[in-house]
Antibody, heavy 123, light 108 residues
């Protein structure tokens, strides 16, 4: 059963770069897209972007200018970098699977989630 | 970009009652790309329904999804104590994922 474990710095100062990593274990790394989602305190879910095994990325238009998602297939890991952070980037950040390749078709949902990393941006 | 609007914002019900949650898309969407999630406090979201009406693995049959076009519904037939949470609908389209703003189901 595929699972993910995420980690990264939890406290940043304004203008710094947020960096998080998610490791995939317990199953196939390929045959998925992998996403980052965030949730500001008391608010809803916001998708940040996704990547597949080939390194193809899609990003939220609202964050595209500051986001880079990368993948390390040798370690079954993918990472998020968000530069020039401000207090508005304070949130719980989740990694998750998005799109699963089953029986020669893609299925569109997020069924494997990390536990979340709380990131606080404060001077 | 498609916008998903969920209603109501908050639903106050008692255990055993039926819950009906709505998700409306700003334009017609493909049902295959519509999913529902439950999020309990302090936890990551959990997939409930995908493809608008298919239950995810391990999800009790009191949860059901329906709808097409622009209007989708999540129904919980009889609320159990563990069902009180926030529910989100989600759509994939044009290489983007969007979430509704959520519906909170709270104990009356």
């Amino acid at each position: 059963q595929v699972q993910v474990q995420q980690w990264g710095a939890g406290l940043l100062r304004p203008s710094e770069t947020l960096s998080l990593t998610c490791a995939v274990y317990g199953g196939s790394f390929s045959g998925f897209y992998w996403s980052w989602i965030r949730q500001p305190p008391g608010k809803g879910l916001e998708w940040i972007g996704e990547i597949n095994q080939s390194g193809t990325t899609n990003y939220s238009p609202s964050l595209k200018s500051r986001v880079t998602i990368s993948i390390d297939t040798s370690r079954n890991q993918f990472s998020l970098k968000l530069n020039s952070v401000t207090a508005a980037d304070t949130a719980v950040y989740y990694c998750a699977s998005s799109r699963r390749y089953i029986f020669y078709n893609w299925e569109y949902y997020m069924d494997v989630w990390g536990k979340g990393t709380t990131v606080t941006v404060s001077s | 970009e498609i916008v998903l609007t969920q209603s109501p914002g908050t639903l106050a019900l008692s255990p055993g009652e039926r819950a009906t949650l709505s998700c409306r898309a700003s334009q017609s969407v493909t049902s295959s790309y519509l999913a529902w999630y439950q999020q309990r406090p302090g936890q990551a979201p959990r997939l409930l329904i995908y493809g608008a009406s298919s239950r995810a693995t391990g999800i009790p049959d009191r949860f059901s999804g329906s709808g097409s076009g622009t209007d989708f519904t999540l129904t919980i037939s009889r609320l159990e104590p563990e069902d009180f949470a926030v529910f989100y609908c989600q759509h994939y389209g044009n290489s983007l994922w969007t979430f509704g703003q959520g519906t909170k189901v709270e104990i009356k």
